[in-house]
């Protein structure tokens, strides 16, 4: 199993970003995908999951601004991230749940998201 994230930056407060994660090894079309973050000296924190069927649900401090999507023809998951405050400055990594009864769970190894002036 291979989930590779992309699109990490340095942008300035406001600015725009859409990160991509790339997966395989997995049936991508049955699995449950989320974007997670880890800002330094904090935990991992969920910011956005979309079910195989496409239903979405976000943190709270991301919502109206971060919007989830995939494309199971490509086994990619994407995270577009509008108005990007430093708040969001946080590793930002890609997880794939391809458990039916019980979660099971893969990691991608994260990308850089840096909001600074």
């Known amino acids: 199993v291979q989930l590779v994230e992309s699109g990490g930056s340095l942008v300035q407060p406001g600015g725009s970003l859409r990160l991509s994660c790339a997966a395989s090894?997995?049936?991508?079309?049955?699995?449950?995908m989320g974007w997670y973050r880890q800002a330094p000296g904090k935990q991992r924190e969920m910011v956005a999951v979309?079910?195989?069927?496409?239903?979405?649900n976000y943190a709270d401090s991301v919502k109206g601004r971060f919007t989830i999507s995939r494309d199971n023809a490509k086994n990619t998951v994407y995270l577009q991230m509008n108005n990007l405050k430093p708040e969001d400055t946080a590793v930002y990594y890609c997880?794939?749940?391809?458990?039916?009864?019980?979660?099971?769970?893969?990691w991608g190894q994260g990308t850089q998201v840096t909001v600074s002036s």
């Open positions: 997880k794939a749940d391809v458990g039916i009864v019980a979660s099971i769970d893969y």
């Open positions: 090894g997995i049936i991508f079309s049955r699995s449950t």
């Open positions: 979309i079910s195989s069927g496409g239903m979405t």
